[in-house]
């Protein structure tokens, strides 16, 4: 509930305990004079009684609590969320507000909660800010693993960055951290090199790391405004692409969409002895369109429009969702 709610629950908490203070617990009994929730919490044997007859702050929720606590569960049911209502969840900090929840996997037993937290709209208040609604939660990570573990699901399996940037030289990290970014904001994951360590060393960390490309940047690569891609997995080298802004970006975004299709192209052939078709039309089309904006991007070192990225990463999501259709159907 509002804070409201919790103050008229907290009196009724006190009036309800005052008698039981003489056998409750040492920490109960301090409880009682800092906070009387949190006697809710306790785990100790003395106090069960006590506590399981204490009062519901359900029976203390004005209308507004209750209505917003009815559409709490409503949206939970429309989730297909499985759901407890428990009256004396007891979180530590005050700051709460009308919800908060434990999460427990279905086969839980005692000290299982994986995940907690709440809602707290007056956090900021309390912080100095504007009043500003949230929501937040912590989990155990210990538990996480454990959970995971009964399931049999392991940890995912780590694949290497996209590119790694190599880089020749410490007047050339600059330029280096700004291509990194570039790629970034365009949704590559890249790696970039120590230039306190030789190319000879970076490019084994690539390979260590289980990069797919590598790239160098240096005094040279900046001079004539050119670099290039190498496949780390099978050794050969792109086109020489310019340095100029996004470039590399799109040329990395090509090369991702080029081994897709090949993983897709590869799975589609291996169904076409059941009597499917080799090629997807659609596929096709679009790829074709791609490699002739790749080609005037890469060759007149021009600029992609938004338009042209677009099209790159609905293509990069099709050739994916293809692709895991083939391999989910029997």
Request: glycine content about 10%; some cysteine.
């Amino acid at each position: 509930g509002t804070a409201a709610s919790r103050h008229r629950y907290m009196e009724a908490l006190r009036e309800h305990f005052r008698p039981h203070l003489p056998t409750l617990s040492k920490d109960s009994q301090r409880r009682f004079e800092t906070n009387v929730l949190r006697i809710l919490d306790s785990k100790e044997a003395q106090d069960r009684a006590a506590v399981a007859a204490a009062p519901s702050i359900l029976d203390f929720l004005d209308e507004a609590d209750t209505l917003h606590f009815a559409e709490v569960k409503r949206a939970l049911e429309a989730a297909g969320i499985e759901y407890l209502v428990d009256p004396f969840i007891v979180r530590g900090l005050d700051y709460y507000t009308r919800t908060v929840w434990e999460f427990e996997p279905a086969s839980a037993g005692g000290q299982s909660t994986v995940g907690a937290g709440g809602r707290y709209d007056a956090l900021m208040e309390i912080l100095g800010g504007p009043p500003t609604p949230g929501v937040g939660f912590a989990t155990g990570i210990e538990r996480m693993a454990i959970n995971l573990r009964e399931r049999g699901l392991g940890p995912l399996a780590v694949t290497g960055p996209d590119v790694y940037i190599g880089v020749a030289g410490r007047e050339a990290h600059g330029e280096a951290i700004r291509r990194a970014r570039e790629l970034r904001l365009r949704g590559q994951s890249v790696v970039l090199g120590d230039p306190s360590r030789g190319i000879g060393a970076q490019k084994r960390h690539a390979g260590q790391l289980g990069a797919r490309d590598w790239l160098v940047i240096g005094n040279r690569e900046i001079s004539t405004g050119l670099t290039f891609f190498r496949d780390l997995e099978t050794g050969t080298d792109g086109d020489t692409v310019p340095l100029g802004e996004m470039t590399l970006a799109f040329e990395s975004m090509f090369r991702k969409v080029e081994r897709l299709h090949e993983a897709f192209a590869t799975a589609r052939a291996r169904r076409a002895g059941d009597g499917r078709p080799a090629d997807d039309p659609l596929v096709e089309r679009w790829l074709a369109a791609f490699r002739t904006t790749r080609n005037a991007v890469v060759h007149d070192d021009r600029l992609p429009t938004d338009d042209e990225w677009d099209t790159a990463c609905q293509l990069l999501d099709l050739l994916r969702s293809q692709l895991e259709r083939i391999e989910h159907t029997p």
